[in-house]
């Protein structure tokens, strides 16, 4: 029986599931997101159930002849369901197809309209190299450094991505911490955004965007590719996946592509993905001192990107005529939509009549590209 064989590790992990759980489903903090890292971590921390369990291979002895074991037979008892899907993790393949699925939903018109917001979406990533150097002086490593720090984008992929790269024996906190933190933006940016804007500031409506044409459009992620590749090869398989799905989107060619990307196939690499990344966050690995050090880190990354962007954003107010709500700065970081809409909420609640979803697009789909450069960056030093 499994009762028999749980340990408080165990019985510690899966209560921090059932939390997780309660949150995704009685809260609404991104359930897509948060129900199936959160069941991923209930079921390999069950004593027994072997859903993260490798493949065992045996050779059973025929006989012994004078003395000399005879040749056996080789038998292989396969592994967990859960083992397998995270060699997608490991291996570097599910980060890109959710980035395919991210751009194939995502309009780059707000940023095309309004390139200042790079700098908002640049601003942002502050917060991974600030956590960075932070982990150094902690006594981590170079890569398992910048790993950590990658949490600060508030991108799961990301992280995931690059820490299979530089330190993949810190995949389990790492992607936990990401992912976590993702789906509670709701609860770790307003009182930031609040403590470092004004009444006024956070009351300011910005105006209607120009229009993009459609050539624009199409010829945008052609272009980012072409030019981050080349500037950066190693971001190359991010960036290169992000534009991809987004010139599938735009090009009315492929809507079945398209369409595929957005729904199906960006389902099925979530579900896989969630579900796989909360089973690394097994009792033995995951509660350690490092892994308190990870989450310390991750919050403060997380923190010092929102407040990056949000102080981009109000010196960005003192040079130009037409304000910015500097709100918008905190959707700097890339965890789409989520950020965006956390933004526009924290604006309605100043004047109701204020819609800053749109404008607040433009910095956060700024951050999914910052996000996979400054990763970029990070594996060229270390990679």
């Known amino acids: 029986m499994g009762i028999v064989n749980m340990d ?4 510690v992990m899966i209560l921090i599931a059932c939390i997780l759980l309660y949150l995704a489903i009685a809260k609404g903090f991104e359930p897509l997101l948060l129900v199936p890292i959160a069941f991923g971590m209930l079921l390999s921390n069950l004593p027994l159930s072997g859903v993260m369990s490798g493949p065992i291979s045996t050779i059973e002895p025929m006989g012994v002849a004078n ?11 396969p592994g967990g369901l859960l083992h397998y899907l995270f060699q997608g993790d490991e291996l570097g393949i599910f980060p890109p197809l959710i980035f395919l699925g991210v751009g ?9 309209a309004n390139p200042k917001n790079i700098l908002l979406g640049a601003a942002a990533q502050f917060g991974i190299f600030f956590t960075f150097i932070g ?3 902690l006594g981590f490593t170079g890569p398992e450094a910048a790993s950590t720090g990658i949490i600060g984008g508030a991108d799961g992929p990301t992280a995931i991505y690059l820490t299979t790269k530089l330190a993949p024996h810190l995949l389990a906190p790492i992607a936990v911490a990401a992912y976590s933190y993702m789906a509670l933006v709701p609860i770790i940016q307003p009182p930031i955004m609040k403590a470092l804007t004004t009444k006024e500031e956070r009351s300011i409506v910005m105006t209607q965007s120009k229009t993009v044409s459609k050539k624009i459009k199409i010829i945008f992620p052609i272009a980012v590719t072409i030019v981050v590749s080349l500037l950066l090869p190693a971001a190359a398989t991010l960036i290169g996946m992000l534009m991809f799905g987004n010139l599938l ?13 957005t729904n199906a196939l960006m389902n099925i690499v979530t579900i ?10 097994q009792a033995e690995i995951f509660l350690s001192t490092q892994t308190l050090k990870i989450f310390a880190l991750g919050v403060v990354a997380f923190g010092i990107g929102t407040a990056a962007g949000v102080l981009c954003a109000k010196l960005m107010n003192r040079f ?8 918008i700065g905190g959707a700097g970081v890339s965890a789409v939509p989520m950020a965006a809409r956390v933004a526009h909420k924290v604006a309605q609640e100043e004047n109701p009549s204020n819609f800053l979803l749109m404008h607040a697009m433009g910095p956060n789909v700024a951050g999914v590209i910052g996000s996979a450069v400054a990763a970029g960056i990070l594996l060229s030093l270390f990679g």
């Not at 003395?67 to 008892?77: D, F, L, Q, R």
């Not at 194939?104 to 940023?111: K, Q, V």
């Not at 130009?320 to 709100?327: A, D, F, R, W």
């Open 320 to 327: 130009t005529k037409e304000k910015i709500n500097p709100l």
């Open 135 to 137: 982990a150094l002086l």
């Open 104 to 112: 194939a939903m995502t309009d780059f018109g707000p940023l095309i």
């Open 272 to 281: 896989f993905l969630g579900l796989s990344v909360g089973a690394s966050a």
């Open 67 to 77: 003395g000399v074991i005879e040749a056996g037979i080789h038998t292989k008892t």
């Open 8 to 11: 408080w590790r165990q019985l």
């Open 249 to 261: 989107k735009e090009c009315t060619v492929t809507d079945r592509l398209s369409e595929t990307a």
